[in-house]
């Protein structure tokens, strides 16, 4: 009998990508003995379609740039390739017919569980693989356990918390910081770093 590959997956708009990302993925990989984690860059999202997003190009090259250096993580397009909204579930669904003898373990931070009802069809979606919740750290995470009980029963899904001291990073912080001309070094790869300002991204 074959044993059944696990894959992580870290979805997000990635602008930029952080270090608060690749330790969540690297975190997740070890305590749940991924055998690799995908990083799938958001191509048009749903929530955020009137926001400035950069163009798919800057975020690929950042995320290939963060990622390129551990032997474990790849980028994968699936999403960027679409020319129609993305939504998880359909990534999620791709990926199963695609990939047979594989358990999915879907990355996430609290902040995108706790608005998970704003997802399409995320009761469905929920009973399509595992996922991996990230608590912030410093922060009381009663509402987000009682979350996690009561969707693990109703959805029928498997919801794991990923028990890391994880950084306290946002993207929206590192284009604030850039546009204040304020450093942004250990916040992103120095890789990620470098692009961002050869590339004059978020001024």
Not at 85 to 95: E, F, G, S, V
Not at 139 to 149: A, G, M, V
Not at 170 to 179: A, D, H, K, Q
Request: glycine fraction near 4%; charge should be neutral.
């Amino acid at each position: 009998m074959l044993t059944r590959k696990r894959i992580g997956i870290m979805g997000g708009t990635f602008d930029p990508i952080h270090n608060g990302h690749l330790l969540m993925a690297e975190y997740s990989r070890i305590q749940f003995n991924l055998d690799k984690v995908l990083f799938i860059p958001t191509g048009i999202p749903p929530h955020k379609e009137h926001a400035k997003i950069l163009p798919n190009k800057y975020r690929y090259d950042m995320v290939l740039l963060a990622i390129n250096s551990n032997e474990n993580f790849f980028l994968s397009t699936i999403e960027m390739d679409r020319k129609e909204t993305t939504y998880t579930i359909d990534t999620i669904n791709l990926l199963k017919s695609l990939y047979k003898d594989v358990d999915f373990y879907f990355i996430m931070g609290s902040d995108s569980l706790l608005q998970i009802h704003e997802w399409k069809d995320y009761k469905k979606l929920l009973g399509l693989c595992n996922f991996v919740v990230a608590k912030r750290p410093g922060y009381n995470n009663s509402n987000l356990d009682r979350l996690i009980e009561e969707l693990s029963s109703s959805c029928n899904s498997s919801i794991y918390t990923l028990e890391a001291s994880l950084l306290d990073i946002s993207s929206s912080e590192i284009r604030n910081r850039v546009s204040k001309n304020l450093p942004i070094s250990y916040l992103v790869p120095e890789s990620v770093e470098r692009y961002i300002y050869k590339n004059n991204l978020y001024r």
